[in-house]
């Protein structure tokens, strides 16, 4: 399985950006995918995730509002809109995916994804 993100760049702060993720390969039937981000100096953190179903995705509590993740099952790709970006969301963001069965579910830590991307630098200035 792999996974492939795309997207970063550098921009203004107030602008707006999307990344995207495809997943390629056996990842099973269906997969969850979270969104992660590692700032310079910085631990990984979970920005947002989102079940194979779509629904009631997870979000970091400063990023709700601005960021938007979303997928595309037909085409293997998930997507983080990112608005309203702040120089606080300068980091590597990167994609994982977890197998899961249940199709609703979302999740949450990252010790649960199976398979990680490379990632894409998302650099704001102000």
């Known amino acids: 399985v792999q996974l492939q993100a795309s997207g970063g760049g550098l921009v203004q702060a107030g602008d707006s950006l999307r990344i995207s993720c495809v997943v390629s390969g056996r990842t099973g039937t269906t997969y969850a995918v979270g969104w992660f981000r590692q700032a310079l100096g910085k631990e990984r953190e979970l920005v947002a995730a989102i079940s194979w179903g779509g629904g009631r995705p997870y979000y970091k509590e400063s990023v709700k509002g601005r960021f938007a993740i979303s997928r595309d099952n037909a085409k293997n790709e998930v997507y983080l809109q990112m608005n309203d970006l702040k120089p606080e969301d300068t980091a590597v963001y990167s994609c994982?995916?977890?197998?899961?069965?249940?199709?609703?579910?979302?999740?949450?830590?990252?010790?649960?994804?199976?398979?990680w991307g490379r990632g894409t630098l998302v650099t704001v200035y102000s």
């Open positions: 994982a995916a977890a197998p899961i069965r249940d199709p609703g579910l979302v999740v949450i830590t990252s010790y649960e994804y199976d398979y």
